[in-house]
């Protein structure tokens, strides 16, 4: 990759941005693009790009760029154009504390501990995962348990293996794509087992990795127990009820000598947490204007650490939106306030942004309770008008749904907020 | 060490086996001590609650309940000379009910008869005063000011260090197999050969009884309960304040909420037989059961907020008390049955275990001078800004962080590996790496490639708590075809 740290630290910048992976070095080129003057991104790790560096399998870009790219691939792309657009890209640093007047301090394994201030701040920390203790998985705790994004980097990054035979608990994208990364390097995989009726990934990945090389997933299944004083020896998985409470009467034992656990992300929000940001109890991300603007003044967010996308082509749109702003808010021009509350109802878990306006076009992320068959995406007032309707063939919940929404479509609506569900037709 | 051996070898490396050899070697003689696992405190005391107990909770009518005092005294000078957390945070015990009235009475009776200063009965609101997220439940409580808390797994690196410095053969990875007499000297056979000692200190917890047995003097019985500890993310630091107990049974202190010396909440343990001294099984069960009862008594706990989880097994004898004393086999000295409050009482345990030697005929002329102290590890998160500024600029190991969650820089993880941390696990309880949110997802490769590199090994090589616990292969040690592909499209 490419050496991109800045040799000099200024002291003051109009654009700091946290993470520079693919959403913060969109918001942070997006920033540049919109008149900022100074703009630096700071991530921990020795090269920037995030997760994408590890995720060395095709299947991005198709959206943004309309090619199909590896991870490490979109990753240059985006540090390249950030880099070519004048952003100071600062690696092997963390931020210690961003304060609520914006003065930010930093630790570099260049420069040592720094302090500087900024005039609006891109969030973009991205998502860690969920592990066997968030679960609460019982049983012993012997080496051979990981995260499937552990496995990966293990993998990918380090070029060693996790083990001979491995059982999988989930069925996220990270999980999936790390059953067929292991069955290619020679390791067996005894199976993906999924505590929800459906597979929790993409359907292209169910296909791609696990169809394809036979791996059975097992749906309405999950881990019950680990067994192995040193290292794992066998797990046991059970089939659960309507209620997702295992069945220990019809538990199975699995021997395998590795567990990887991919039940989803969590957004990493602690910098969020210090400022004080409201947080948004379902996504555990900041809760957002359709400026990408947090409930701080001047502080953005995107990406992951707002809610967790299953494309990264999705993160780079809402960083470009988010950077905008932020360039924008650096040069005194404050975003227009938003007039409408969107409030999630009927098989709608969440959606982003949590607010819009009726004078400009947005897109609309949400993310559906339930799979649906020939289904209807409803806005609708409070008091139950409809405003708007879409026909959707089919939605589940690792689907994220777009809604595009152009200022017509609300010509005729004058409320403050509008009802969100997703129903049968 | 003389031609016939060591003067005294310890068997077990837990704070009891850690508290010996640190005041043994105080003194002029030749201490051993053999622990099974591959570095000390990897057994019970891990998995302790990290109390240092205010010394009224047990009976002066028992050993334990006269050795908890006497130990809840050291503690603070000890934490001074061996450089680890201490905190003096005191106690609540909590009653819930009218019922519960006559225990608060009895605990401040049993204060006074021991000599523990300052507990006293507090009323409904100035317990909610001073722990405003406790339950509105409560009817009052007893405050205990003594009470302090500690990492019970740095005390033992700590202790084993310091006595190392101080002339301790420490032997890891070197489970007894068996004792035998020769002449007027023990012949304890390991499987990296015999090690001859004249007194031999059987410190080794679940498995005092075994190791008494094979010393011809098996005449008691060591039965395992179980108590299971879960920890709460950092965000619900100043949950609480003090430690907060419920009114105890007969058999345990039962669940408390504990603000632990890093500022996480942990609450636990369990108090359950089991069979195995080795079952350190987490259930189901069992975490229900602590969430119930800790949210009986901080009624925000969730189980969301549970971010780790492990148990420890008590070594309990059905005297409820410790045993500490010399057997029919001349020169083995059992220091068994050390439950609760063991690592309060440590500090003192060694020293009533110095006087047995002495009056055994063991010589024990005092050391030099005393041992110099040892530096207090870095801490780089909890430093003013201005002296990370210092020390970031004069050593570049602590501009970067490995562990995002806790806070740990690649100098705070090399210097652990220079004390001794051989393991991911040694690694986590010595700089916290890992211990976080994230449970070590981010950091888990580069500690193992800092461990590789010190031991210069391959990754493979890098074990989470040594034995059988590999964490990776090498590609070439995965055996068997790859997968056939031709139909996939």
Redesign the interface.
Known sequence: MIDARPHVLHDHYDVVVAGGGPAGLGAALAAREAGAERVLVVDRETEAGGILLQCIHAGFGLHHFGEELTGPEYAQRVLEAALDGGVDVLTDAYLLDVGADRAVKLLSGEHGVATLDTRAAVLAMGARERTRSAIRIPGERPAGVFTAGLAQRLVNLHGVLPGRRVAILGSGDIGLIMARRLTLEGVEVAGVFELLPHANGLTRNVVQCLHDFDIPLHLSTTVIGIDGRDRVERVTVAPVDDHRRPLPDRAWDVACDTLLVSVGLIPENELSRQLRLRLDPVTQGPVVTSAMETSRDGVFACGNVVHIHDLVDFVSAEATLAGHHAGLFAAGRHPRADNVRLQPATNVAYCVPHTISTEREHTVYLRVRNPLERCVLRLSTPDGVVVHERKLRYVVPPEMVNLRLRPAVLADFHGDALQVEVLAR | MTAAGHDVAIIGGGVVGCALAHELTRHRIDVTLLERATEVGFGTSKANSGIIHGGHHASPTTLKGRLEWIGNQRWGDLCDELGFGFARVGELTVALSEADLPTLDHLVEQAEAKGVPGVERWDRDRVLAAEPNLTTDVVAAVHGPTTAVINPYEACFGLAEQAVHQGLVLRTDCPVLGLARNGDTWVIRTPAGPVHARYVLNAAGVFADAVATMAGVGDFTIRPRKGEEYLLDK?LAGLVHRVIYPCPTPTTKGTLVIPTYDGTIMIGPTADLVDDP?D?????D??DRVLAAARRLVPGIS?RD?????AGVRAVLDSEDFLIGPTAAPGFVNVAGIQSPGLTAAPAIAELVVDLLRAQGLELAPAAGPAPPLPRPVHFASLP?ED??AL??RD?RY???VC??EFV?EGEVLDAIDRGART?DGLKFRTRTGMG??????C??RCM?LLAHDQGA???AV???G?????????D???????D?GG??
């Open positions: 965000r080795d350190v099984t987490t259930s189901a069992g975490a189980d549970v971010i780790a989880q492990f800004t990370q500024r970031a600029e570049p501009r970067r962080i995002r969650c820089t991911l949110r994230c449970q070590g997802g981010f888990t490769s490639e391959p990754l493979s074990t989470k708590r034995g059988g616990s590999w964490l990776v292969l090498e590609r040690e995965v055996q068997g075809p790859g997968p592909t996939a499209p």
